[in-house]
């Protein structure tokens, strides 16, 4: 059945002509030199002030970065990126190292303020805790702008600052934890960001501690031909807690722009990491020119037992989305969770979804993901769920719905399930078939028409998918919260 | 990934290139039949058989297994199929037509082909039709295969097969049999081109037997549903084998029309059963249905593409897998919903059931949905026998190994049941009876 109404009017609101931050920030910036070659890397290195070995690490990424090939399964066609057309490093003048919140350009502040995202720490009135309160790292281009909140939370144990500044404060974390989720030759784009990454953050909470805030970055792309090579590292030791969100924009602009980032996140004992996103990179016109190129590598390695990592994404920008958050279940007991919205409207393409690997005994995953496609867009559920022959007792569940409006869409689902183990149960479906005749009968014996029961059936399940965002951003989530996935297909 | 570098062939693939030198001579074919061979030989140089990089082959590694190819089978000795055919226990004392493909070639002599002309059925030898000045279009491959390894393979050494016509509004009285009889080890490389004409109805048998030592077989079976036509086949894959045995059905369906099919592997190697179903006229049902039941180190195999290229189709596929040992099963369906083939319908379902720890199951059940207002679904769901059920049988007095094959049985039977083919249900049914009966 098509879609409802409801539905079709709340996508429409969130079509890629209605996109609200591609304004410009007008800021002297400077940039490298254009091209990828060891020249860029090195210049990068320096500016960062980066060790030795870091900067060796970046060449090796290059000189394999040299050796592979652009991968094409992916369901996106895009033209051919010229590597050495791009910039790979652009950063405001007024930004030269660490800075306190006063000594920010306020035409940055002003820039965040109009986003959405005050920077300024919140001060405690009259002894009453400010509830919610977040930590922010902001991305503008290149560099990290400020972070927010260090200090308090360095009372607490819990390091949270630029990547930049971790590879040159805390080295030792960096060398041994950089790169151990996500290898250096993972893939083609993880292996570029290896090179040429720019600015991230990097996250330490130390051993028992429950991080006292929401931490949260705002990348924001600004210049023109840059790409932004985003790393943010988190690491979470023996029985800790950190919430971690991620936001991101981008001015309109006519060319495409690359954002290639890789986010590594452990877990050990007993930890739980929770990553959300609220991507709204600029997704192009509604004739399909410019946009971002969003592709992404994030991986969680639960390597501790009984640890947790979760990750939930509401993803409604990029011209092209080539993401796959994914969690290596190696500890025993560790459980994953993906919960992901993604609508595509106008020209925008998805390809995106999860990979579970099963290592550890009695490990668990949950998938749960929607789809909805509208305008002449694209958007591919792609997911692998795999048990290995050690996994025993391995679970997982998943259910991944797409809904389409119009007939120029496309949404397509590709689920890879892979069992090695006889005691793994997986389990695979879509909501369609899903909706209990159980719960039916109870909403209708209760006056609900057939399509009331449906809605507060489905919505309710919607709901669930939000309720996993942390109230900050689950502001931006409202729009989509009452889309109804009415007339989806599996 | 399909990049344009020359391949180091192996020693399978260097075998598969030389036989082809030698047999091209005497394959049958017209001259546009013998410039599509060499295309099809063309494609195994440049991309070797089809491997693990290859998407639709991930799972199935045909190169890896593949070490080494065998000649193609001469032609059997008259004797010898008759000895073939009187050990051969396909369906029992079912009523049936038959038609015999001994290695590789349509044996009219052991063929009801005289009786199947007075129930409105002609038959012709395959080899003979590629002679014809048409006869290239007896070898088209379906859009939705793409560059399939199988199909070139089968196309550049097919050796022969049958042409069977059901005349217009015949609904054939007995069900037909096509055997595959291998007298002697070698390669047997066949194709049959089933037309089921306007309102006619068939039920087709396909059955496979004898030694072909580390020969392939690749059997490739073309139906031609018409429209308001019945066909109903069933392929039983059984019985040992050293070399592949790789199985391709092109469905092509008519408006208001029925399909429905089964492709059961119960044999010992490494099968692979791949369909591509193609909707072209509106109305019309496709059910399809699988079972694999694989120990060993076998590998078994259930691909297939349903293409609702036009509106208002139902598609069901339903799909079983039984695995022990360190068998490995595999499937991979995709339902394609074309813009505008609003109506559809379509549901998929693979289930599995591992019963050893080394067994392996990978399932792909995909969809690309291009068209609105459509209703698919699809499942997957993998594990081991439910211990509870294991339990509760074995708390009212059954024995460990019986409590277990009852439930396999009734695992399996869901979709040998809803395939609702009575006579052929029951010899299935048997014929997993006996296969579980191996391991107790």
């Not at chain 1, 010229?82 to 800075?99: C, I, M, R």
């Not at chain 1, 919140?122 to 009453?128: C, P």
């Not at chain 1, 909706?435 to 028409?449: H, T, V």
């Not at chain 2, 499937?331 to 319908?345: E, F, M, S």
């Amino acid at each position: 059945m098509p879609a409802v109404q409801e539905t079709i009017d709340q996508v429409k609101a969130i079509d890629v002509d209605q996109y609200k931050y591609g304004f410009v920030t007008e800021i002297e910036s400077e940039k490298g030199a254009k091209g990828l070659s060891e020249e860029t890397v090195r210049f990068l290195s320096a500016k960062k002030d980066e060790p030795e070995w870091m900067t060796e690490w970046r060449l090796d990424a290059l000189r394999r970065f040299k050796t592979m090939l652009e991968p094409s399964w992916a369901r996106v066609s895009y033209p051919d990126i010229d590597f050495d057309e791009l910039y790979y490093w652009a950063a405001p003048k007024s930004v030269e190292g660490p800075k306190s919140l006063d000594e920010v350009d306020p035409e940055l502040l002003a820039t965040y303020e109009k986003l959405g995202i005050p920077l300024a720490e919140q001060e405690i009135l009259a002894g009453v805790e400010p509830k919610n309160r977040v930590a922010v790292d902001a991305v503008f281009d290149s560099v990290s702008v400020v972070t927010t909140f260090k200090e308090e939370l360095k009372k607490a144990g819990v390091i949270f600052c630029s990547i930049s500044e971790a590879v040159r404060e805390y080295p030792d974390l960096v060398k041994k934890y950089l790169g151990s989720v996500v290898p250096v030759t993972d893939n083609f784009y993880a292996t570029l960001n290896s090179a040429v990454f720019s600015d991230g953050s990097f996250v330490y909470v130390p051993e028992g501690v429950r991080c006292p805030m929401e931490l949260s970055t705002y990348f924001r792309i600004n210049e023109q031909n840059t790409g932004q090579f985003e790393r943010t590292l988190i690491i979470a030791e023996k029985g800790s807690y950190v919430s971690y969100l991620e936001g991101c924009t981008a001015p309109q602009r006519d060319e495409n722009q690359l954002h290639a980032a890789v986010v590594e996140l452990v877990a050990l004992d007993d930890a739980e990491i929770k990553y959300s996103t609220v991507q709204n990179w600029y997704p192009g016109d509604k004739d399909g020119k410019g946009g971002i190129y969003n592709f992404v590598t994030k991986r969680g390695d639960c390597r501790g037992r009984n640890s947790k990592i979760s990750w939930t994404q509401v993803e409604t920008g990029s011209a092209i989305t080539w993401k796959y958050p994914s969690c290596i279940l190696r500890g025993d007991n560790s459980r994953g969770e993906f919960y992901s919205i993604a609508v595509s409207n106008g020209h925008q393409q998805v390809d995106s979804g999860t990979k579970m690997i099963h290592l550890g005994k009695n490990t668990s995953s949950r998938i749960i993901s929607k789809g909805i496609s509208a305008g002449v867009s694209q958007n591919t559920y792609r997911g692998l769920v795999s048990a290995h022959r050690k996994a025993s007792n391995a679970r997982n569940f998943t259910q991944c719905d797409s809904l389409l409006i119009g007939q120029d869409c496309g949404a397509h689902t590709v689920p890879y399930i892979e069992s090695k183990n006889a005691s793994a149960v997986f389990e695979h479906e879509a909501t369609t078939s899903k909706i209990s005749d159980d719960q039916m009968f109870y909403c209708l014996q209760r006056g609900l028409s057939e399509e009331e029961a449906v809605a507060l059936i489905v919505n309710g399940f919607v709901k669930d998918v939000i309720q996993q965002l942390p109230m900050e951003f689950a502001v931006e989530a409202q729009k989509l919260i009452s889309i109804s996935l009415e007339g989806s297909v599996g | 990934m399909n990049a344009n570098t020359t391949i180091t062939h192996t020693q399978g693939e260097t075998q598969l290139m030389a036989r082809f030198e030698t047999v091209r001579e005497e394959l049958a074919g017209s001259v546009s039949v013998d410039a599509l061979r060499s295309a099809a030989a063309a494609q195994l140089r440049q991309a070797g058989l089809p491997h693990r990089r290859v998407e639709e082959y991930k799972y199935s590694d045909l190169r890896a297994f593949m070490k080494s190819a065998a000649p193609l089978a001469t032609p059997s000795a008259a004797p010898d199929i008759e000895a073939a055919l009187s050990a051969l226990d396909s369906y029992g004392d079912l009523e049936r037509h038959r038609i015999v493909i001994a290695n590789g070639s349509y044996r009219a002599e052991f063929s009801d082909a005289a009786a199947l002309a007075e129930d409105g059925v002609t038959v012709a030898d395959f080899s003979a039709a590629l002679t014809a000045d048409d006869g290239a279009q007896l070898l088209a491959t379906p859009r939705t295969a793409g560059q399939d390894g199988l199909l070139a393979l089968n196309t550049a050494f097919v050796q022969g097969g049958v042409v069977v016509d059901v005349r217009a509004g015949t609904t054939v009285s007995k069900p037909i049999e096509i055997v595959h009889v291998a007298t002697s080890e070698g390669a047997q490389v066949t194709r049959c081109r089933i037309a089921v004409g306007e309102g006619a109805g068939l039920r087709l048998l396909e059955t496979f037997t004898g030694d072909m030592g580390s020969g392939e077989l690749n059997a490739v079976f073309d139906y031609a549903v018409g429209d308001r036509a019945k066909l109903a086949s069933t392929r039983l894959i059984a019985g040992a084998a050293a070399g592949p045995r790789l199985l391709t059905t092109i469905a092509t369906i008519g408006a208001d029309a029925e399909f429905k099919s089964l492709g059961f592997i119960a044999g010992p190697g490494f099968a692979r059963n791949q369909q591509f179903v193609n909707f072209t006229g509106e109305h019309s049902d496709a059910k399809i249905y699988g079972v694999s039941m694989a120990r060993g180190t076998s590998l078994a195999d259930q691909t297939l593409i349903v293409d609702h290229a036009v509106p208002h189709c139902n598609s069901r596929e339903y799909f079983k897998t039984v695995l022990d040992d360190s068998a490995r099963g595999v499937y991979q369906g995709r339902i394609n919903v074309a813009p505008h083939a609003q109506k559809t319908d379509g549901e998929m379902m693979t289930q599995a059931l591992l019963l050893s720890e080394e067994a392996e199951m990978a399932n792909k059940p995909e969809l690309e949905i291009f068209a609105d207002d459509v209703v698919c679904a699809h499942g997957a769901t993998s594990g081991q026998i439910d211990e509870e059920l294991l339990f509760y049988l074995r708390a009212r007095g059954i024995p460990e190994d019986e409590a277990q094959t009852l439930l396999i049985m009734a695992f399996l039977s869901e979709a040998i049941e809803e395939f609702d083919e009575e006579d052929v249900t029951e010899v299935l049914e048997a014929r997993v009876r006996d296969w579980l009966a191996v391991k107790n």
